[in-house]
């Protein structure tokens, strides 16, 4: 249609609308006429009331296992480890307390003469400890487990030889210091 026949079409209905609101009770007296003329099924609204307490349940549920899954308690690396093989605790106890002995001691050695060499057996224990640490991670993430022990009872090993070493390295300069200094007359 054109404009202006839409325009007059407008104007010729003008103020013959229906803009009231229907009566109290037609939706009810509309739906009683309709199953009076034909076989048709009542809408019932009470049906879908239970979509509401369900998704509200469901958010819940949802927002539970999220909670949980973040505020949970991560078991630590030792705890898992003790799961997978408990002798592995128990070994890494005692060589943790010898090389913690070991490195008190090396530390209580310390002068100006032995300190570069206990600087530098303190960086060879650093990366030994992190050769650890990965070898512990490839025990949790299923590796050839005994080849694993093995090499993680190597690394303590190699530790504890170490610090023998060095802690013989130092009884070495202090006796040639006090050799020299018997020696060494004013």
Same mark, same amino acid.
């Given at each position: 249609?054109?404009?202006?026949?839409?325009?007059?079409?407008?104007?010729?209905?003008?103020?013959?609308?229906?803009?009231?609101?229907?009566?109290?009770?037609?939706?009810?007296?509309?739906?009683?006429?309709?199953?009076?003329?034909?076989?048709?099924?009542?809408?019932?609204?009470?049906?879908?009331?239970?979509?509401?307490?369900?998704?509200?349940?469901?958010?819940?549920?949802?927002?539970?296992?999220?909670?949980?899954?973040?505020?949970?308690?991560?078991?630590?690396?030792?705890?898992?480890?003790?799961?997978?093989?408990?002798?592995?605790?128990? $070994?890494?106890?005692?060589?943790?307390?010898?090389?913690?002995?070991?490195?008190?001691?090396?530390?209580?050695?310390?002068?100006?003469?032995?300190?570069?060499?206990?600087?530098? $057996?303190?960086?060879?224990?650093?990366?030994?400890?992190?050769?650890?640490?990965?070898?512990?991670?490839?025990?949790?993430?299923?590796?050839?487990?005994?080849?694993?022990?093995?090499?993680?009872?190597?690394?303590?090993?190699?530790?504890?030889?170490?610090?023998?070493?060095?802690?013989?390295?130092?009884? $070495?300069?202090?006796?040639?210091?006090?050799?020299?200094?018997?020696?060494? $007359?004013?």
């Amino acid at each position: 249609m054109e404009k202006g026949k839409l325009d007059s079409l407008f104007k010729n209905l003008q103020g013959t609308f229906d803009t009231e609101e229907p009566a109290q009770g037609h939706q009810q007296r509309f739906l009683e006429k309709l199953e009076g003329t034909h076989k048709v099924v009542k809408m019932d609204r009470k049906r879908s009331s239970w979509w509401k307490p369900l998704s509200i349940a469901a958010s819940v549920a949802i927002l539970l296992a999220v909670g949980i899954g973040l505020f949970a308690p991560k078991q630590s690396l030792d705890e898992r480890m003790a799961k997978i093989a408990p002798e592995v605790s128990k $070994t890494q106890f005692y060589f943790t307390s010898l090389v913690e002995e070991q490195v008190k001691l090396l530390e209580s050695q310390s002068t100006p003469e032995t300190q570069k060499i206990i600087d530098d $057996t303190m960086i060879q224990l650093k990366k030994l400890e992190d050769n650890y640490t990965t070898l512990e991670q490839d025990l949790l993430n299923g590796g050839n487990s005994k080849l694993i022990l093995s090499a993680m009872i190597t690394n303590f090993q190699t530790r504890i030889d170490l610090l023998q070493d060095v802690l013989n390295q130092i009884d $070495t300069i202090k006796t040639l210091k006090n050799y020299n200094d018997e020696n060494y $007359t004013i």
